[in-house]
């Protein structure tokens, strides 16, 4: 958490509990003056596509004086560009491995925060996905399989040891097609330049893919756990807009609508 934000926030809620909602009601009124003209960039993996932007609409409608911009992408590569500069005040993974690490390198202000963990499902536009298991990709008359590249992709390496545990790795190996990222993935089966495809929950329940083709879920004991968390960057020191939007991410309306996108929550 931004150091400076928190310990705000704790003096501001040991002095509401003494003195009650209508002191509340006015200093949260002085919030929009504090970011009016802020302007922020998150760096999000491309799983949160449809449940953060949900998340960054309503936290609009709330802080219309400033703005958020956010861009989607390979976790593995947002962390690379944050090293090199990359112009990002919070950054959201799908393996917290990620910013544990630019926390530890000393481009974080403060702790890396979990805020979900993902699952993996087989899907596809053009088959009955609800009635695939991995076993069935060895057949070659599936066609091409799509998966995230494993390199730089927690839920292409999520795939590829689903898909080892499961004892077809080797088989599939020359029909496998990779996406730079898990939504690159799904475009690829959308698209039907794959058969199926090893893609997020979050993005199979995205109403438009869901009422294509249904998903099998995979079983989360095949891989390890895609627990995800989130940093402030160096880049947001200052911003307040940047802290409220962080710790917007642990109330009660964001976490819903990650629940709503299939994503298992930290405790409060």
Known sequence: MNERFGACGARLRAALRLLGLPLLLALHALVPAAVAGERITVAAASDLKFALDEIVADFRRAHPEGTVDVVYGSSGKFATQIRQGGPFDLYFSADIAYPRALEAEGLALGPTRPYAVGRIVLWSRSRDA????????????????????????????????????????????????????????????????????????????????????????????????????????????????????????????????????????PPD
């Open 130 to 265: 609800s009635a695939l298991r991995l076993q069935d990709l060895a057949d070659p008359a599936i066609g091409r399989i799509a998966i995230a590249n494993p390199r730089h992709a927690p839920y292409g390496k999520r795939a590829e040891e689903a898909l080892r545990a499961a004892g077809v790795w080797e088989a599939v190996q020359p029909r496998l097609v990779q996406g730079e990222n898990i939504a690159q993935t799904a475009q690829f089966v959308q698209t039907g330049n794959a058969t199926v495809g090893i893609i997020a929950l979050s993005l199979a329940l995205n109403p438009a893919l869901a009422a294509q083709g249904g998903h099998h879920l995979i079983d989360a004991a095949l891989h390890a756990p895609l627990e995800q968390g989130f940093i402030l960057t160096r880049k947001a020191e200052g911003k307040v807009l940047a802290a409220a939007f962080a710790d917007y991410i642990g109330t009660e309306a964001a976490r819903a609508v990650l629940r709503r996108y299939g994503f298992e929550l």
